[in-house]
């Protein structure tokens, strides 16, 4: 029962890398998101995907690019990693309902640092 | 006035202790609302679902107010293992007649239970 994986747990860039994290999701959920998470900042909507081929843009796009692959993959991409990138990541999924969404469940987030 | 606002904290009780959070949101539209709990370095994971009509679970009430926007949490009792970071979640409706929503996080409240 795997819910929501996300790949890699930990990783540190040189700024001007490029990296990709993967997430993967086995609940059928037709809506996934990334958010980043600061220090007093919260969670953060970078992007998110009500369904499988159409993305939006949430709170903090600037500087990523994702795919939604198929129901079950949303990828997120950094083309050209910046220090203020360092965060910890979080992938989620969730369902609409026509009355409201189901409960979000999450990976167990990616640790990035960028130096 | 920020989508969804939490009391800042952090929240230091002793053990035993009756501890209430408070959330409100923006959107009027909204339809599901959730407390999340999040340990240190951790995901985040539902702790409950809020309904209209006010829930319990053993320690723990929900109550929602639409009319004023604000939910609010009651943990009775608290424990040491309550301590974490208690976080507001509301979806936004972003497609009125459409079937599409995202999940808006407050930036959340800490909180720690001493013995």
């Known amino acids: 029962n795997a819910g929501v994986t996300q790949t890699p747990k930990f990783q540190v860039l040189k700024t001007g890398q490029s990296m990709t994290l993967q997430c993967a999701q086995d609940?059928?959920?037709?809506?996934m998101y990334w958010y980043r998470q600061d220090p007093g900042m919260g969670l953060r909507l970078i992007y998110y995907?009500?369904?499988?081929?159409?993305?939006d843009k949430g709170e903090v796009p600037n500087g990523y690019n994702v795919s939604r692959l198929n129901k079950r993959e949303f990828s997120l991409r950094l083309e050209s990693a910046a220090p203020s990138q360092t965060s910890v990541y979080f992938c989620?999924?969730?369902?609409?309902?026509?009355?409201?969404?189901?409960?979000?469940?999450f990976g167990q987030g990616t640790r990035l640092t960028v130096v | 006035r920020k989508e969804v606002e939490q009391d800042p904290g952090p929240f230091n009780v002793p053990e035993g202790a009756t501890v209430a959070f408070n959330c409100t949101y923006s959107?009027?539209?909204?339809?599901?609302f959730f407390w999340y709990r999040q340990d240190c370095r951790k995901e985040p994971k539902l702790l409950m679902s809020?309904?209209?009509s006010g829930n319990e679970d053993g320690r723990f009430t929900a109550q929602l107010n639409r009319a004023s926007q604000y939910i609010s949490l009651l943990i009775r009792d608290s424990k040491l293992s309550d301590s974490a970071t208690y976080l507001c979640?509301?979806?936004?409706?972003?497609?009125?007649?459409?079937?599409?929503?995202?999940?808006?996080f407050g930036k959340g409240t800490k909180l720690s239970v001493k013995p």
């Open positions: 989620a999924s969730s369902e609409w309902l026509g009355q409201g969404d189901t409960e979000a469940f």
């Open positions: 609940m059928n959920h037709n809506s």
């Open positions: 995907s009500a369904s499988e081929g159409t993305t």
């Open positions: 959107n009027s539209a909204s339809q599901s």
């Open positions: 809020v309904y209209s």
């Open positions: 979640v509301v979806n936004k409706k972003v497609r009125y007649g459409g079937s599409q929503g995202n999940l808006i």
